[in-house]
C-alpha cells in the first residue's frame, strides 16, 4: 500500500504522516513546511486526487474532484498555487490545472499538449514537456496565465521528468 511518511532527520524514526486508510503518493511539500501536496487513491470514485495534509492541525482535505486521473501535484514556491495533471486516454496528452490551496481551480491548460509539469525557478512559470511541435517531446515553459509561450529545447531526445537547478542554470 502507498502512504506517505515524515522524517524531522536522518537520525530520527519514520512515522506515518497520518493514520488514515488512504493510498498515496507524490508528495510535494510547501517552502512553509505547514503542507504537504500529493496525490490520494479516492476509493469511492476510485481514482487519483489530489489532497493537502496541514501539520499544525492534522488535517486532510481532498483538493479536487472531476473526472480523470489526477497526479503529480507540485506546490508553488510561495505556496499559493499547486500545479497537477489529469490523465486522458489519448496519452501523453494531457491536461494540467492550476489550483489554490483551497483546491479552486485558476487555470486549466488543455492547448499544449503538456506532460511532466513543474514549476521553473523563478515561480512565475511553468515547465513542462509538450509534442506539440516533435513527437518525441520538447520542454516548454508558460507563465500561469497561459501567455509567453517559450521553447527551451530543441533537440531529438525523449525528454521525461526534467528537473531544474534553483538557479535556472541547469537542466537535467
Known amino acids: 500500500i502507498e502512504k506517505i511518511y515524515e522524517q524531522a532527520s536522518a537520525n530520527s524514526q519514520k512515522k506515518l504522516l497520518f493514520e488514515r486508510a488512504l493510498r498515496c503518493r507524490e508528495p510535494s511539500m510547501s517552502s ?8 490520494g487513491f479516492d476509493e469511492t470514485r476510485k481514482r487519483w486526487e489530489v489532497y493537502s495534509y ?3 492541525y492534522n488535517n486532510l482535505n481532498k483538493l479536487t474532484a472531476s473526472a480523470g486521473e489526477k497526479h503529480s501535484p507540485e506546490v508553488s514556491a510561495n505556496g499559493d498555487c499547486v500545479l497537477f495533471a489529469h490523465s486522458r486516454s489519448d496519452f501523453p496528452q494531457q491536461r494540467v490545472s492550476l489550483i489554490n490551496w483551497y483546491g479552486n481551480v485558476e487555470k486549466t491548460f488543455s492547448e499544449f499538449n503538456m506532460y ?9 512559470k511553468i515547465i513542462f514537456i509538450s509534442n506539440k511541435d516533435e513527437k518525441n517531446g520538447e520542454l516548454y515553459t508558460v ?16 525528454i521525461r521528468t526534467p528537473a531544474i537547478s534553483p538557479d535556472g542554470r541547469f537542466l537535467a
Open 54 to 56: 496541514e501539520f499544525v
Open 32 to 39: 512553509s513546511g505547514r503542507l504537504v501536496f500529493f496525490s
Open 143 to 158: 507563465w500561469q496565465d497561459g501567455s509567453h509561450l517559450e521553447r527551451i529545447t530543441f533537440d531529438t531526445l525523449e
Open 116 to 124: 511532466d509539469p513543474d514549476w521553473a525557478p523563478d515561480g512565475l
